[in-house]
């Protein structure tokens, strides 16, 4: 059973960073495609940024040059390192796994960033 457990969410400054960890048990990070992705109040859930097998990254729009994916294969971690966070980042944010119609989620982790 995959399961992907989220932490390291908070309260921030705007202009501040957080770096926000998604643990994998049941499987290896690297044999799916991983990615981050937030949902803000009234809003639907919105991809962040997303790694694949191959290693290959990709990223919103709204995060690009601010926020950057990464894996830790030894430890089983991804994580998504959040630099000058905007107020429009608050967000809870969860980790997916995917590959070959196999989904897996998270359970979130809030991240607030004050004005």
């Known amino acids: 059973q995959v399961q992907l457990v989220e932490s390291g969410g908070g309260l921030v400054q705007a202009g501040g960073s957080l770096r926000v960890s998604c643990a994998a048990s049941g499987t290896t990070v690297s044999m799916f495609n991983m990615g981050w992705y937030r949902q803000a109040p009234g809003k639907q859930r919105e991809l962040v940024a997303r790694i694949s097998r191959a290693g290959e990254s990709n990223y919103a729009d709204s995060v690009k040059g601010r926020f950057t994916i ?23 944010y969860y980790c997916r796994a995917d590959k070959w119609g196999l989904d897996y989620w998270g359970q979130g982790t809030q991240v607030t960033v004050s004005s």
């Open 70 to 92: 990464s894996m830790d294969n030894p430890k089983n971690l991804v994580y998504l390192q959040m630099n000058s966070l905007k107020p429009e980042d608050t967000a809870v």
